[in-house]
C-alpha cells in the first residue's frame, strides 16, 4: 500500500457526461500529480499541484481540470465525456524534500459508454 | 524540454537469463532516473533509482547504469524469474520541480 487514495476504483459512465476522481496523497506530500494510462499505453502526465497551486501542466484537455485543496487532497474533472476518454486514472503524491519518488495510487478505472 | 526514449518496447526473455532495457534523456540538467513496474492491473511502483553522482546502483537480482556524457541510463536484470514479467518504465527529472518526464515503457516477457 503506497499511502495513496483514490476513489472511485471503478466509474462507468455515458458520453457527454461529467465526473469527478478523487485522490489523497500519502501523509506530508505536498505534490500530486495526476495521469491517463489508456489500454496497453504508456503513462500520460496530466497536470502537476504543488501546495495548492498548479505546477505543471502536461497533456490535458481543456475538457478536464483538476485542483489541489487546503486539506492537499486533489480532485480531477473530466466533463462533456467520449469513449475515447475510457482509461485508467492514476493520481501520484510525492513530498518536497529528500528525492523525486512518486507514489501512486490503485487508479480509477473510468469506461465512458 | 527534457525527452525520454526508452528501447525496446518489448523484450522476450528465457527465464534465469538477464534482461537489459535502455533509455535516453535530452536535458543535461536531468539529475534523477528512476525506474518503475508496473504489474498487470496494478500500480506503478519503484523498483530502484539512481542520482546523477552515482554511476552504478544494485539492489540484489536488478542495477542500473548512468552515463551522464551519453545521456543514457539503463535498467539490468540478472537470473530472470517469471514474477518478473511486467511493464517497465524509466523516467528522468531535475530537482527544480519535481516533475518526471516518462520514457514509453517495456513489456517485459519472461519465457518458462
Known amino acids: 500500500d503506497s499511502g495513496v487514495t483514490q476513489t472511485p476504483k471503478h466509474l462507468i459512465t455515458a458520453t457527454g457526461q461529467r465526473v469527478t476522481l478523487r485522490c489523497s496523497p500519502r501523509?506530508?506530500?505536498?505534490?500530486v500529480y495526476w495521469y491517463q494510462q489508456s489500454l496497453d499505453q504508456g503513462l500520460q502526465f496530466l497536470i502537476q499541484y504543488y501546495n495548492g497551486e498548479e505546477r505543471a501542466k502536461g497533456n490535458i484537455l481543456e475538457r478536464f481540470s483538476a485542483q489541489q485543496f487546503p486539506d492537499l487532497h486533489s480532485e480531477l474533472n473530466l466533463s462533456s465525456l467520449e469513449l475515447g476518454d475510457s482509461a485508467l486514472y492514476f493520481c501520484?503524491?510525492?513530498?518536497?524534500?529528500?528525492?523525486?519518488?512518486?507514489?501512486f495510487g490503485p487508479g480509477t478505472r473510468l469506461t465512458v459508454l | 524540454g527534457e525527452n525520454v526514449e526508452q528501447h525496446p518496447s518489448t523484450l522476450s526473455v528465457q527465464e534465469g537469463d538477464s534482461a537489459v532495457i535502455k533509455c535516453t534523456y535530452s536535458?543535461?540538467?536531468?539529475?534523477?532516473f528512476p525506474w518503475y513496474k508496473q504489474e498487470l492491473g496494478k500500480r506503478p511502483q519503484l523498483i530502484i533509482d539512481?542520482?546523477?553522482n552515482v554511476g552504478e546502483k544494485k539492489d540484489q537480482r536488478i542495477a542500473v547504469t548512468l552515463n551522464k556524457t551519453a545521456k543514457h541510463f539503463s535498467l539490468h536484470i540478472t537470473e530472470t524469474q517469471p514474477e518478473d514479467s511486467a511493464v517497465y518504465f524509466c523516467a528522468a527529472s531535475e530537482d527544480s520541480n519535481y516533475q518526471l518526464i516518462w520514457g514509453a515503457g517495456t513489456k517485459l516477457i519472461i519465457k518458462p
Open positions: 501523509s506530508g506530500d505536498l505534490s
Open positions: 536535458d543535461s540538467a536531468s539529475n534523477y
Open positions: 539512481i542520482r546523477s
Open positions: 501520484a503524491s510525492s513530498g518536497n524534500l529528500g528525492g523525486n519518488e512518486q507514489f
